[in-house]
């Protein structure tokens, strides 16, 4: 037996039709109207800060940003890679600052990006030392777009507050913008004992866990007012409070967002390898983004061996699309394959013009607006193909397994050809092209 709560009739619980097919009625009632999604995800207000020519809050749409793995005393290797982080499409990029060799060469990597044409800001991570390395290397104090700090281990004891009030007064100098970077694996140890004893004192204490996420907002909150205190303007400071736990993530940042407007740095910290490591960060991601938290998003993940660090920044984009955020590039729908599908055929068919239209898209991005809201489809039989195809601006649909490929396409919801024989995903890929030239050509870029 079934217990339905709520009434039918005005939203606050089942829909009128599912309550009538469950109550028993001969025919379902259907409501006056479906609800429909938001035009656009509500934003939580923030300050906008400036990071080069790029905003962060205010507004702004979410920015994608990622960071290096090469050792920055490199030059040209992490030159190499910011690169190409940046050609994917990270609007910021981040290199270690650990070392004075790698402070000396951060001002010669801006140097090469600039020569190459790639205009990408450069935040620095700095960690232990960055109050020596902000000093003692002025052309990289200069050179970075923008520092970020994490308080946790700016400094120990009597020496943790002058060092923190160092970096800040380098920021102020030259008019960069900070990211006070919190994370649980390096929280302030200082901070975290004081809490737990005062939380050991209550009458009734709150769980270890709770007490931690507390530190985290408190020692993010609490730089950042003694940041406000040195000098450095509101719409220069970027806060984050990390952790590797996706509910945990979502707690925090709910709190940290409920307590003040200072732009929101998002991201997993650690979020792990190949699927784990893309699920949990959409999963945390995607219901902060859904709540209108965060203003840059970083997808932490570990690159398997030989990977590509390209990959956590197509992530990025992926889920900002999906969401309905930003468009990076044209979205292709797929279907997974069933015992209906000549499988091997599909699947290299579907790859094949997913990575097309990714190649493509730098080309086409330099001389049309707009290309990135095209819609494809390729799908493997008759028993949704030929729907999906329509609802996409360019549709392929194959007639299933054991029947000689035959491939109809559908553009802007009609009919146009039949694709057969040998080359159909050359001959898909021509007419992709013709499309964008036609659709696009009145959006040419000067």
Not at 120 to 147: M, R, S
Not at 173 to 199: A, C, F, H
Request: proline share 5%; hydrophobic share 40%; net charge negative.
């Amino acid at each position: 037996m079934f217990f339905l709560s709520g009434r039918s009739d005005d939203g606050a619980g089942l829909p009128s039709a599912v309550y009538g097919i469950l109550a028993g009625t001969t025919h379902a009632v259907l409501p006056d109207s479906m609800p429909h999604p938001p035009a656009s995800l509500p934003r939580r207000k923030s300050v906008g800060v400036k990071v080069g020519p790029i905003l962060i809050g205010g507004g702004a749409p979410v920015v994608i940003q990622s960071m290096t793995n090469t050792d920055t005393a490199d030059a040209d290797a992490t030159a190499r890679q910011v690169q190409q982080l940046a050609a994917t499409g990270s609007e910021l990029v981040r290199v270690t600052v650990n070392t004075e060799e790698a402070a000396a060469q951060v001002a010669r990597i801006c140097e090469k990006l600039e020569a190459r044409g790639c205009h990408v800001p450069v935040i620095g991570d700095f960690h232990y030392n960055g109050h020596k390395l902000l000093t003692g290397y002025p052309e990289c104090a200069g050179a970075l777009a923008k520092y970020r700090i994490n308080p946790g281990n700016v400094g120990f004891g009597r020496k943790k507050d002058m060092q923190f009030a160092t970096m800040i007064e380098k920021a102020i100098e030259y008019d960069k913008p900070v990211r006070i970077g919190v994370n649980w694996g390096s929280l302030d140890q200082e901070l975290l004992t004081g809490m737990m004893d005062d939380n050991a004192k209550r009458t009734d204490p709150l769980d270890a866990d709770d007490v931690m996420a507390e530190a985290l907002i408190v020692s993010a909150l609490s730089s950042a007012k003694r940041a406000e205190e040195i000098g450095l303007p509101r719409d220069h400071i970027v806060l984050s409070c990390k952790v590797s736990g996706v509910q945990k993530l979502i707690a925090v940042y709910r709190e940290l967002a409920a307590r003040c407007d200072y732009a929101l740095h998002l991201g997993l910290t650690e979020a792990g390898m190949g699927s784990k490591g893309i699920v949990a960060s959409t999963a945390a991601i995607g219901i902060l983004l859904q709540e209108g938290i965060g203003d840059t998003i970083r997808i932490s993940l570990t690159p398997e061996p030989g990977g590509d660090r390209t990959r956590e920044v197509i992530v990025a984009q992926e889920i900002l699309q999906t969401m309905g955020l930003r468009s990076f590039t044209p979205l292709v729908t797929a279907c997974p394959g069933c015992g209906r599908t000549t499988s091997t055929f599909f699947q290299e068919l579907a790859d094949s013009i997913q990575a097309y239209v990714r190649t493509q898209m730098p080309i086409w991005r330099e001389k049309y607006d707009g290309v990135e809201e095209m819609t494809l489809a390729v799908m493997g039989c008759v028993v949704n193909g030929p729907g999906e195809s329509k609802h996409a601006d360019i549709g392929i649909s194959l007639p299933g397994t054991g029947e000689t490929p035959s491939a109809p396409v559908f553009i802007d919801g009609k009919k146009v050809t039949t694709l057969r024989g040998d080359n159909i995903a050359g001959e898909f890929r021509r007419i992709v092209d013709e499309y964008v030239e036609k659709r696009f050509s009145g959006n040419r870029r000067p």
